[in-house]
Nanobody
Framework: QVQLVESGGGLVQAGGSLRLSCLAS????????MGWYRQGAAKQRELVAE??????TNYADSVKGRFTISRDNKNTIYLQMNSLKAEDTAVYYC?????????WGQGIQVTVSS
């Protein structure tokens, strides 16, 4: 079973930065894509950013220019979050998908105070 472990969340003031990490139990290149989703209070889970195996990226309009998804050459993807806003407060989930499976991390809290 694939395991995804997020880290790097926490509390930050508006305008600040955080970097989330997601460590996968196997090579990130074994997935079609990996990404970050978030779910705020009383909201549906939504895509934040994703990166495909060949490096293509996709971002939600709400985070373009502020967030950057990246990866190392092995097992980890990152989400660099800059210029954070209160509306970015949510539980953030790492995701890995193939044509046959969809794996989620446990979620990590990001809270942005104003």
């Amino acid at each position: 079973q694939v395991q995804l472990v997020e880290s790097g969340g926490g509390l930050v003031q508006a305008g600040g930065s955080l970097r989330l990490s997601c460590l996968a139990s196997r090579s990130i290149f074994s997935f079609n894509a990996m990404g970050w989703y978030r779910q705020g209070a009383a909201k549906q889970r939504e895509l934040v950013a994703e990166v495909s195996f060949d490096g293509r990226t996709n971002y939600a309009d709400s985070v373009k220019g502020r967030f950057t998804i990246s990866r190392d050459n092995k097992n980890t993807i990152y989400l660099q979050m800059n210029s954070l806003k209160a509306e970015d407060t949510a539980v953030y989930y790492c995701n890995a998908r193939t044509s046959l499976s969809d794996t989620w991390g446990q979620g990590i809290q990001v809270t942005v105070s104003s």
